[in-house]
């Protein structure tokens, strides 16, 4: 595996401990249809989130979460779609974002409730 897919399997469990923490239940992890996939899938006070995972070991280039293009959002709304289909859920949708920077041995995650909107739901 590419050092790059390690690093963001490293910052997808950060993000899965962040959240636990924060009182979310993990529903899914790297949850595919087709070509679309979501990173985490979790559940708070009847909020589902769908959470896209950004991770990083700098940010010369922007932070983390700047790299969640219109596409990636199109793509993550599509796959939410169908989750929701497919598992025939009802609660309120939210799209999070998980920004993830590695540096000197230290991790920070900055989590962003709510970072882009849909209106399919």
């Not at 700047?66 to 596409?71: A, E, G, H």
Request: with cysteine; charged share 25%.
């Amino acid at each position: 595996m590419a050092e790059h897919n390690d690093i963001g399997k490293f910052g997808e469990q950060k993000v899965c401990e962040y959240l636990t923490e924060q009182g979310y239940k993990i529903l899914a992890n790297n949850w595919h249809i087709g070509s679309y996939e979501i990173d985490i899938i979790a559940l708070k006070n009847g909020v589902l989130c769908f959470v896209e995972v950004k991770t990083r070991t700098s940010a010369y280039y922007g932070e983390p979460e700047v790299f969640v293009t219109k596409s990636k959002q199109k793509n993550i709304i599509a796959a939410a779609a169908r989750y929701v289909e497919i598992y025939h859920r009802s609660e309120e949708i939210r799209f999070d974002i998980a920004s993830v920077l590695i540096q000197n041995k230290q991790v920070s995650v900055h989590y962003i409730q709510d970072a882009f909107h849909s209106s399919w739901k």
